[in-house]
């Protein structure tokens, strides 16, 4: 497949809509939808007791409330230049080295969102991987960590977040994913992970 053309269609408080014109490898034109939206991540905290941090929020996409992980966008222009002189010139470049670098957006991002949401924040991120929530259509990726050794940090909220922390066990957390109190990928990917690790 070959992009012939990338047209803005749209552009909301955080994504921009193109409509991508592509070349098939037969020469025929098809037509993609194509959402934009800033990378981010997201972190599963851990504390000494074995406990699982979650966050509790309303959302307006499925309005409802949801329980996942602490996560958010990163900040305008943290990938800017991310590794200026080398060829890593997108996330998909990265090693896991890489995502567990201090000065990696990714893990900024993390070590942020755990402590505005949560008041915590985790001395160790160990990156299980990224996903990008809808392949066929965006092109975010949020990286995933889970945190452990958590220190007092200061909560710092969004005056749009509204947040209750929620503490599971693993296997309660589990069983909210079993029973469909946890739907979000993410935050399942970390519970996933974790239970081959714990």
Known sequence: MKLLERNLRYKGHRVKVYEDVMETPDGEKVYYDFVENRNGSGVLLV?????????KQYRNCIDDMDIEI??????TGD???IEAGTDKKSPKDFTREDFENPENPFYLCALREAEEETGLIPEKLEFISYIIAAVGLFSERTAVYIGRDLKKGKLNRDPDEFIDIIRLSLDEALEYVRDGRIV??????????????M
């Open 79 to 81: 990938f800017d230049n």
């Open 70 to 75: 602490p996560a958010g966008c990163a900040e």
């Open 184 to 197: 979000d990928s993410k935050t399942i990917l970390a519970i996933m992970y974790l239970c081959k690790t």
């Open 47 to 55: 504390d000494d007791d074995g406990k699982l941090l979650f966050v």
